[in-house]
């Protein structure tokens, strides 16, 4: 199996943890953004959101671009939203942030896939 396919397992469970931190942090998260716990629970909902609505979405909008750059989009865009996330101040701007993030997570896990597929069937072919 070609590496890059670890790199995006690798990747893919970083994601997955990424969605899920919101929940363990959530009391602090409370305190710290003067909200409820189930208030930070919306944090949770818009990443998953981002990530399920923009995943077919945008996978149709950039299948003309080359797979790298659409990878570093989605990089670049999920880190951006992570950072916002982590330094927001309200829980509106973090859950903006959040759909910001999820919306990398999903273009980030469809585009993955099919290169993965591809590698490997050039592979066994």
Same mark, same amino acid.
């Given at each position: 199996?070609?590496?890059?396919?670890?790199?995006?397992?690798?990747?893919?469970?970083?994601?997955?943890?990424?969605?899920?931190? %919101?929940?363990?942090?959530?009391?602090?998260?409370?305190?710290?953004?003067?909200?409820?716990?189930?208030? !930070?629970?919306?944090? !949770?909902?818009?990443?998953?959101?981002?990530?399920?609505?923009?995943? %077919?979405?945008?996978?149709?909008?950039?299948?003309?671009?080359?797979?790298?750059?659409?990878?570093?989009?989605?990089?670049?865009?999920?880190?951006?939203?992570?950072?916002?996330?982590?330094?927001?101040?309200?829980?509106?701007?973090?859950?903006?942030?959040?759909?910001?993030?999820?919306?990398?997570?999903?273009?980030?896990?469809?585009?993955?896939?099919?290169?993965?597929?591809?590698?490997?069937?050039?592979?066994?072919?």
């Amino acid at each position: 199996m070609p590496f890059v396919v670890y790199i995006f397992t690798l990747s893919a469970f970083a994601l997955g943890l990424a969605e899920f931190v %919101p929940i363990g942090l959530s009391d602090v998260m409370a305190s710290s953004l003067n909200v409820t716990v189930e208030q !930070v629970g919306a944090t !949770v909902t818009a990443y998953a959101l981002g990530a399920t609505f923009s995943a %077919p979405i945008l996978t149709a909008l950039t299948a003309s671009w080359s797979r790298k750059n659409v990878m570093l989009v989605t990089a670049l865009v999920f880190t951006l939203g992570s950072f916002v996330a982590a330094f927001a101040s309200t829980l509106s701007a973090m859950v903006v942030a959040r759909f910001v993030a999820g919306i990398g997570h999903g273009l980030f896990l469809a585009v993955a896939a099919s290169t993965a597929a591809k590698l490997n069937r050039k592979r066994t072919a």
